[in-house]
């Protein structure tokens, strides 16, 4: 089945305690993405890219690090957590082809951080 | 980064067609329009996309304008599962910088 993969699915943790959100797809994407979801401010990109070793700033950078050492796998990194970074983070890949750009998103993690 | 503009909130009755409208003014020749939809508690979910020609899928169709300016999502029978935020974006040719607005809430009444 063709399908994102996150983990976890819900954290909390403390602050400044480093933790990774790992990013998984199996369709081959060339193109992976974060957001983070928060009720008023809607989804914001926190980094997108666009191959293996290719990795460039959204909105919202601030506080995350990413990388994309292989195709499939796009894991979110936050060094030094902080509570304004509690938030519902969804992970997305597509092709890059802009006919066949579908976004899939993954379930999301909710991360809190106390 | 072009911007859309849509409305807050539309209500629906179930089994009836719903137009929701997306703005794009400022659209660029390049720019795809896309929309995804978010139901309660779930990652985004895409819809339909298009760049000059109107568009049909098993989920909805999407009528572009002919100067592009603006777009609309049919559904053509609401039902209580299309109860969800209706997100219109415009994507380059790569895909980069993705960027979500805050959406259209469609209420489907029963």
């Known amino acids: 089945e063709a399908q994102v993969t996150q983990n976890p699915r819900y954290l909390i943790t403390v602050t400044g305690k480093k933790l990774t959100v790992t990013c998984s797809q199996n369709?081959?994407?060339?193109?992976m993405s974060w957001y983070r979801q928060d009720p008023g401010l809607g989804l914001r990109q926190i980094y997108y890219?666009?191959?293996?070793?290719?990795?460039d700033k959204g909105d919202v950078p601030e506080g995350y690090k990413v990388s994309r050492k292989e195709k499939r796998n796009f894991p979110l990194i936050l060094e030094s957590p902080s509570p304004n970074q509690t938030s519902l983070y969804f992970c997305?890949?597509?092709?890059?082809?802009?006919?066949?750009?579908?976004?899939?998103f993954g379930p999301g993690t909710r991360l809190t951080v106390l | 980064d072009a911007k859309t503009t849509q409305p807050n909130s539309m209500e629906s009755n179930e089994e009836e067609p719903v137009h929701l409208p997306c703005n794009h003014s400022?659209?660029?020749?390049?720019?795809?329009i896309h929309w995804y939809r978010q139901l309660p508690s779930q990652g985004p979910e895409y819809v339909i996309h298009?760049?000059?020609s109107n568009v049909n899928n098993r989920m909805a169709s999407l009528a572009i304008a002919e100067d592009r300016k603006s777009s609309t999502l049919i559904l053509h029978r609401a039902t209580l599962r299309d109860a969800a935020v209706y997100y219109c974006?415009?994507?380059?040719?790569?895909?980069?910088?993705?960027?979500f607005g805050p959406g259209t809430r469609l209420s489907v009444l029963p």
């Open positions: 997305a890949s597509s092709f890059l082809d802009p006919s066949y750009n579908e976004q899939f």
């Open positions: 369709m081959n994407h060339e193109y």
């Open positions: 890219s666009m191959n293996v070793e290719v990795t």
């Open positions: 400022t659209i660029s020749g390049t720019d795809y």
């Open positions: 298009g760049l000059t």
């Open positions: 974006i415009l994507s380059n040719n790569y895909g980069q910088n993705f960027v």
